[in-house]
C-alpha cells in the first residue's frame, strides 16, 4: 500500500511562490502518471495538473494553467508542483496522487495560505 506524503507547504504573500512535494513510501514506480490536486472546504476536488511518466505536463486547470507547473525526480520519486503568483482564494490543502482511478490512499496534505 503506498502512503503519499505532501510537504512544503505554508504561508505566502499575495503573489508568491510556493514550491509542494511528494513523497511516499512503497512510492509508484515511474510508470504512472501522477497529479496534484487541491480541496476547498465544501467544494469538490480539483485536479490542477499532472505529470506522465514520459515527463509530459498536462494543466487541466484553467485557473492555474500558466501559473503552476509540476516536476518529477525519478532518482527520489518525488513529485513537485511550482506555484507562483498564488492568490488568497487559493488558500486550501493540496493533496498528490495518481492522475487516474484507483487512487492511492490519500495523504494529509498539505496546507497553503495566501495572505493578502
Known amino acids: 500500500q503506498v502512503q503519499l506524503v505532501e510537504s512544503g507547504g505554508g504561508v505566502a504573500q499575495l503573489g508568491g511562490s510556493l514550491k509542494l512535494s511528494c513523497t511516499g513510501s512503497?512510492?509508484?514506480?515511474?510508470?504512472?502518471?501522477m497529479g496534484w490536486y487541491r480541496q476547498a472546504p465544501g467544494k469538490q476536488r480539483e485536479l490542477l495538473g499532472l505529470r506522465t511518466p514520459g515527463g509530459t505536463t498536462t494543466i487541466p486547470s484553467a485557473s492555474v494553467r500558466g501559473r503552476f507547473t509540476l516536476s518529477r525526480d525519478s532518482a527520489t520519486k518525488t513529485l513537485y508542483l511550482h506555484m507562483t503568483d498564488l492568490k488568497p482564494e487559493e488558500t486550501t490543502v493540496y493533496f498528490c496522487n495518481k492522475a487516474a482511478m484507483p487512487f492511492n490512499s490519500w495523504g494529509q496534505g498539505t496546507q497553503v495560505t495566501v495572505s493578502s
Open positions: 512503497g512510492f509508484v514506480s515511474n510508470d504512472k502518471a
